[in-house]
């Protein structure tokens, strides 16, 4: 069966500090991928999603940037943190082609001070 | 622009006390509607699938159904442990992007 996997858990950052999420999925090969934000109040936001390694899609401007080193592996970067970025980091897969379900991971809770 | 809106916003139920929860969606082009269910820290987890009108789904005490502008979840008397955040998406042609609603909070008192 498939897992996603999401780390760390929790982080509490200092405003202008840089940022590294990462998320990984066993028992799939090929999936999409992608990275959204759910912050309060507000619906998911998706932020960026893959379709292979190194294809990556911008859905929102911002200081935010996603890499897909690996088949499997997704990262969420800043090089400088802002208080609006606070929030919870969802990353999620889906198999590939027309409407597919995604699967989400447990999530980051960021907190930017 | 594509919209997805839930109501109500929050719900609260007796356990037993049947209910329905609301999507109401606009896209150019509906690929599919997805319903998630969501503890609160954390992912939300997969429930239903919809695909075209008059299509119905269910699992245990959930029911999802969906017309060409709206998808209703009913729950049949449900337990405390149906509380959660239920949320609708939707993935319009030809993006991959699901547009979620911001969600139904459901709270079933014994």
């Known amino acids: 069966s498939q897992t996603i996997h999401q780390w760390p858990a929790t982080l509490v950052q200092p405003v202008g500090s840089p940022l590294s999420l990462e998320c990984t999925v066993e028992g799939t090969s090929n999936p999409n991928l992608y990275w959204y934000r759910q912050a309060a109040g507000r619906g998911l936001q998706l932020l960026f999603y893959?379709?292979?390694?190194?294809?990556i899609s911008s859905e929102v401007p911002q200081n935010l940037s996603a890499s897909r080193p690996q088949d499997r592996q997704f990262i969420l970067s800043s090089k400088k943190l802002l208080l609006s970025d606070s929030g919870f980091y969802l990353c999620a897969w889906g198999a590939g082609g027309p409407v597919r379900e995604q699967f989400f991971g447990p999530g980051t809770r960021l907190t930017v001070l | 622009e594509d919209q997805v809106t839930q109501s109500p916003e929050a719900l609260r139920l007796q356990e037993g006390e049947s209910s329905s929860l609301n999507c109401s969606y606009t896209v150019s082009g509906l690929r599919g509607l997805f319903w998630y269910r969501q503890d609160p820290g954390k992912g939300p987890e997969f429930l239903f699938t919809?695909?075209?009108a008059g299509e119905e789904k269910e699992k245990e005490r959930l029911k999802a159904t969906l017309t060409k502008k709206e998808s209703f979840l009913h729950i049949t008397a449900p337990k405390p442990e149906d509380s959660a955040t239920y949320l609708c998406a939707v993935q319009a042609l030809p993006g991959y992007a699901l547009n979620f609603g911001k969600g139904t909070s459901l709270l079933v008192t014994p």
């Open positions: 893959s379709v292979g390694i190194g294809q």
């Open positions: 919809l695909y075209s």
